[in-house]
């Protein structure tokens, strides 16, 4: 009488177990098989995301533009400039920085940001400021740009697929 009782609990617990994992499997099928949505291409397709106004935690940001410039102190190294723009769409005060933007190349290494004026402001509600962000340029784009904010811990990306040559190489071609 125990045995049966036994018998019949495990074997309860064996099919509960496989109607679990059955329905685990069918629904990670599902989502392996459904396709990506492919972003819509707008004018700045060309440009990659410049251009492109993303919301990190109720502040838009908004990179203008991308120019490649000469260094000023070592000869043959360039600087990336992004142009930006940031509204504060919250009621609260935020605060809008260059530091918590971080740039990648085309092989995943990390731009050091250069020492120029870099953008850095608290910004009231509805207000809005334009600033730069530099970086070290160090081998090639695309770019990849991630603002994430320290406290929210929001994140945007963008990628830049073109950056405008300001350097003096340039203007030679």
């Not at 990670?28 to 098989?33: F, H, L, M």
């Not at 291409?41 to 991308?66: M, P």
């Not at 603002?147 to 040559?165: A, S």
């Amino acid at each position: 009488m125990i045995l049966k009782r036994r018998f019949r609990g495990i074997w309860i617990c064996t099919l509960i177990l496989t109607i679990f994992l059955t329905g685990c499997m069918i629904g990670e099928k599902d989502t392996k098989d459904q396709p990506v949505a492919v972003p819509k291409q707008t004018d700045s397709a060309t440009k990659g995301d410049a251009g492109q106004e993303k919301d990190i935690s109720g502040v838009s940001i908004w990179i203008e533009e991308a120019l490649q410039l000469e260094h000023p102190d070592q000869k043959g190294k360039k600087v990336l400039q992004l142009q930006l723009k940031a509204t504060n769409k919250t009621a609260e005060e935020k605060f809008v920085d260059v530091f918590e933007m971080s740039v990648w190349n085309q092989e995943d290494k990390k731009l050091r940001i250069y020492p120029g004026d870099n953008l850095g402001a608290k910004l009231a509600p509805g207000k809005s400021v334009k600033g730069n962000g530099y970086y070290v340029i160090e081998g090639k784009g695309p770019y990849k740009v991630r603002y994430e904010n320290t406290e929210t811990k929001d994140k945007q990306e963008w990628t830049l697929n073109k950056v405008k040559d300001m350097t003096e190489d340039a203007s030679e071609k």
